[in-house]
């Protein structure tokens, strides 16, 4: 009796498994994608470029993505410990944080930690919305919202091209949407992020127009620049920011 009842447990336990793996996975397969990653200030970290150097080739150089990653990024990350030595509460919170609530940054640190801090956020972004045999035109919902907004494709990158082409100087030329999708384009200067001015445009693509971003090869020229620009734009990135900047 008790043998039978132990094969009748056995054989119930051996259904329950495989049911029990089936749910998981399916609540796996349904959840919501997480957020963007924070980060983080303690210390600030430099990531691995995603690619090679050369990997955007022909369009922006092995050696400026050299020197644009390894001196120029390095710089700012390497800034931003030095400067949060003395604040041991501020390297609690991540980067992203501190560039949105600069009011809350002591005097003495706003102007590093905006132009740093932008610098560190604005650059990771950068390297993310970026990509080897990319380029092309937009997909997904990207793709609807700028039609919707802009009318074209063309349209759109005729007039964030001119914002990064009007941009006096040092800046950023963006894409940027609202909590509700809603697409604008906007420019900044120096490593100013739109998320310092207004809590509600999340960038979701970006292109430098510092000229350490493009003057080895295109020296003056920076129209060129941007127009080749569109070649390595990788749209799965801005299609997950699009998406992260809706659950913000």
Request: charged share 15%; net charge positive.
């Amino acid at each position: 009796m008790q043998t039978t009842f132990r094969r009748i447990l056995i054989l119930f336990v051996g259904l329950l498994v495989p049911l029990f793996f089936a749910c998981q996975s399916n609540s796996q397969v349904d959840a919501a994608p997480s957020a963007a990653p924070q980060l983080s200030a303690s210390p600030a970290k430099l990531d691995p470029l995603p690619y090679d150097y050369a990997a955007l080739e022909p369009y922006i150089d092995a050696q400026t993505m050299r020197l644009h990653h390894d001196k120029h990024h390095a710089t700012y990350v390497n800034n931003i410990n030095e400067t949060l030595k003395a604040y041991p509460d501020l390297q609690k919170q991540s980067v992203d944080s501190l560039i949105q609530n600069l009011n809350q940054v002591p005097e003495a640190i706003r102007t590093k930690i905006r132009n740093n801090g932008g610098g560190h956020v604005n650059h990771t972004m950068f390297w993310q919305i970026m990509a080897p045999k990319a380029g092309g035109t937009p997909t997904g919902a990207v793709a609807k919202a700028i039609d919707q907004t802009f009318g074209s494709f063309d349209a759109f990158k005729q007039q964030f091209n001119k914002a990064g082409a009007d941009r006096f100087g040092s800046g950023w030329a963006w894409l940027v949407s609202d909590r509700q999708g809603k697409l604008s384009i906007t420019s900044t200067a120096n490593q100013d992020n739109p998320l310092m001015s207004n809590p509600n445009a999340y960038p979701i693509l970006g292109n430098d127009v510092w000229e350490h971003a493009y003057y080895l090869k295109y020296q003056n020229r920076r129209a060129e620049y941007l127009t080749n620009w569109w070649n390595v734009v990788n749209w799965q990135a801005v299609n997950q920011r699009y998406a992260q900047a809706q659950r913000k």
